[in-house]
Structures are given as C-alpha cells and as structure tokens.
C-alpha cells in the first residue's frame, strides 16, 4: 500500500510552510504530497493567507527531487480547461513528470462569492467538470505539432496546440473521486487513472470502488487497471500524551479521530489500514492537518511504513 501525504493549506500555510513538509514527506520515504485546491478556510481566519495550489506546486516541482506532486482536488469552477491543461503540463516538465492531477465538480460556494468565481447549480458543475475532462486530456494525449478541437457548450476549443505529455511515462495521471452513485464512477471509469474515495469508513469505501468497477466493466475497460485509493486525517500517538497532545493541536477529539480517522498507536493504524486494504484500496492519503509538527511524519514513516512493506 502507498502512503502518501495530504495537506490543507488554506488552514494557514505560506511556501514555507508546505516546502518543510514537502521535504520531510521525501525524506521519510513517502511516495508523494498532495494539497487541497482551495482558496477560502472552512474554519478559523485561514492566516497568513490563501495560497493557489498550481504556483505552490510548480515551487515544490523546482525544490524537491522525488516525490509525486498534486491535488486533492482542483475545482473545474476555477480556472478554464485550457489554461489548467497548460499549467499542470508546465508543472510536470518542471518535476521531471512527477505531477498528478485531481479534478472534481468544486462545492465550497462561500469561497466561490469570495473570490468571484461563478457556481452554478451542482448538475451544470458536473456538465462542466465532464467538458474539461475532454478538453484537459485531449490537449495532453495530443502530440505535439499537431492540435486539439471540441466542440462543447461550454468550452469549445479550436486549434489549440498538442502538449503531447502522453509519451512513454504515461502522461499526467488524472484522479477523480466522491460519493455520487451514476455520473462520478462514469467519470472514473472514462477519464481516470486513479478513483479516491475519501474520509469513508471501510465498508462505505468498498461500496464506492464497487460502483466504479461496474462503471468500468459497462465501458468494456479493465478495472484492473483503476488504481484505488482512501483519504483521511491521521493522528499517530504511541502513548497516551502524544496522541492527545496532536489530537489537541488539531482540535479534535481522540475518540471522533479513532472512529473517523487514522488516529491511536501505530499499530491501531495499521490494523485500520488492513480494513481498508481488504476493501480493494491500495493508496493512502494522510491527511496532516498540523504542519509544523515535522516528527509526526518521521513517527509514522518510522512505526507505520515498515509494517505495510
């Protein structure tokens, strides 16, 4: 199973702030680091500020060396396809491919009126979400030298340049996930690489990748071929003090993070990592909540990696 490292910078995180992390998910051995894409915190006053998750990410390409990069997710509200398309492929040339991309339909109106971004009711998201699928990775499987054309409602696109980022390393992984019962697993099922279902417990999880599967067996595409993967918020503590000294530093219950999240001793972890594994998932999310905690991540790439190998 591959453990990777979530954050939510627009809790209060500058560059600083996420390249530490960053740094120290590499140096513990972690396969990669992800950040939301929001502009707006869901709680408190969100200082020092908002960061944008493409200019982060596109600092984190140039100053780190081996971990994968991306998000979790980009909201389709907020930036058109073929710019998006265009800065993700910039990104990855500037982390030697190590970029992935996750796209969803965007739900967080308040940050939307915020910044003036419109949100249109939630089936035009999802309309809109399904064109720039189209339009983002029919740019980056067009080989370059040669362009692009949609003919869409919303974003038709004529003569755009191939980015041709599809060659021999695969390409730009795309990551699609969430709740919905018809449209998401369709989604999945034709344009992703990767489906995530996040902060469900275990038996809900499975009923997700299920849904999935069928949406890929109905395409005629392998399911097999799908990775799948879990998100939730951890809280390692192998004593009583740690666990309740982190759980605090988040502000959160040590009894809601066990029955929610991946919280207790390393060895509660693992055993929870195991429902999940047995649920089909074989991808992590660790969702930090605390950045400036850096031992938190050395305690589980310490206690919690070498149980999972």
Not at 146 to 165: C, K, N, Q
Not at 176 to 192: N, S, W
Request: hydrophobic letters at 40%; one cysteine or more; aromatic letters at 8%.
């Amino acid at each position: 199973m591959d453990l990777r490292i979530f954050t939510e910078p627009q809790q209060g995180a500058t560059y600083d702030d996420l390249l530490a992390v960053a740094r120290a998910t590499e140096d513990a051995g972690f396969d990669a680091f992800f950040r939301s894409d929001h502009y707006l915190h869901m709680s408190g006053d969100g200082s020092p500020g908002p960061t944008d998750a493409w200019v982060t990410l596109a600092g984190l390409a140039r100053d780190t060396t081996r971990i994968r990069l991306g998000t979790l997710v980009t909201a389709a509200t907020f930036r058109l396809p073929g710019p998006l398309a265009v800065q993700v492929a910039n990104v990855a040339q500037m982390s030697g491919g190590r970029v992935e991309m996750g796209l969803g339909a965007g739900w967080f109106e308040a940050e939307h009126t915020a910044y003036g971004i419109p949100f249109p009711d939630v089936r035009e998201r999802f309309d809109r979400l399904e064109e720039q699928l189209a339009v983002i990775t029919g740019l980056w499987r067009t080989p370059r030298g040669e362009t692009f054309d949609h003919d869409g409602s919303h974003y038709p696109i004529v003569d755009a340049p191939g980015l041709g980022t599809s060659g021999d390393d695969g390409g730009i992984p795309v990551i699609i996930g969430g709740a919905g019962k018809r449209r998401t697993p369709e989604l999945a099922a034709r344009y992703a690489d990767e489906f995530n279902a996040a902060f469900r417990p275990a038996a809900e999880t499975g009923e997700l990748f299920a849904r999935v599967r069928a949406a890929c067996e109905d395409r005629r595409r392998d399911p097999v071929e799908l990775t799948l993967s879990s998100a939730n918020v951890v809280c390692l503590g192998n004593d009583d003090a740690t666990l309740r000294r982190r759980a605090a530093a988040i502000s959160r219950d040590v009894d809601e993070l066990r029955a929610n999240g991946f919280a207790g001793s390393s060895d509660e972890i693992v055993d929870k990592l195991g429902a999940f594994a047995e649920v089909g998932t074989t991808r992590v999310y660790l969702q930090v909540l605390d950045l400036t905690d850096l031992d938190h991540l050395d305690d589980i790439a310490a206690t919690v990696l070498p149980q999972l190998s």
